[in-house]
């Protein structure tokens, strides 16, 4: 079986659309979202019923549960928090209730899925290193583990060689560099995994930040990927 494992979508709807058509054409019969539906972008509600429609599992990621007040957003830098408050005023009580919901991990098919580090994913760290990597392997059992958070495509292996994290990258908020979208597909019975990178209508999605009032640096560090 093949699964699709998506993360940061980040209210961009443009790009998750273009991410759904493309998890279609290629026939993938499950949808895993690794969190942060929410934030940044112009279209949170449209994209959290869409999530609610299409993915098999979804996790929480730390702007999902920011919005809802379940974590703080005391470390957020200023346009993070600007956005949270917005889209705290323009998410429905159907999705807020839906994001309240969503728990910090889930596994299945032998795979472990959490927004940001299997140990103590409440507190919303990240994995940049192999030596940060390291000390995440004894906090699970599963033979891989698929993260986002960080926004940016990785993959680390433990010194044994039976573990594998993978951070998947950003369906609507890329910071590598590369302005397209990401994502990866993953082969449960090969073990093998695809990454994808995609263009989407990059322009249309700034425009609309712009339009509904959220800062422009949101709009201009999609243009860049960064």
């Not at 010194?159 to 910071?175: A, D, T, Y």
């Not at 990178?197 to 700034?206: H, Q």
């Amino acid at each position: 079986m093949k699964i699709a494992y998506i993360s940061d979508i980040h209210s961009n709807l443009e790009a998750l659309e273009t991410t759904l058509q493309e998890i279609t054409q290629r026939n993938i019969q499950e949808i895993c979202c690794l969190g942060d539906i929410v934030g940044y972008g112009a279209d949170p509600n449209v994209c959290v019923d869409r999530i609610r429609e299409v993915t098999h599992e979804a996790i929480a990621g730390n702007h999902d549960f920011a919005v809802v007040g379940l974590t703080s957003t005391q470390y957020f830098n200023s346009y993070a928090q600007e956005a949270i408050r917005w889209t705290s005023q323009q998410l429905s009580e159907t999705n807020k209730l839906f994001i309240k919901e969503l728990p910090l991990t889930c596994s299945q098919n032998g795979v472990l899925c959490v927004h940001s580090t299997p140990t103590n994913p409440e507190d919303w760290d990240y994995i940049f290193s192999r030596e940060e990597a390291q000390r995440q392997f004894g906090a699970f059992k599963e033979q891989m583990c698929f993260i986002g958070h960080s926004h940016i495509p990785a993959e680390f292996q433990s010194r044994n060689k039976k573990q594998r994290i993978i951070n998947v990258g950003s369906v609507g908020q890329p910071r590598d560099r590369d302005p397209r979208l990401s994502f990866v597909i993953y082969d449960t019975e090969s073990r093998e995994i695809e990454r994808i990178r995609l263009k989407y209508d990059v322009e249309t999605t700034a425009a609309k930040i712009r339009k509904v009032g959220l800062p422009e640096f949101l709009a201009e560090r999609l243009l860049w990927g960064m």
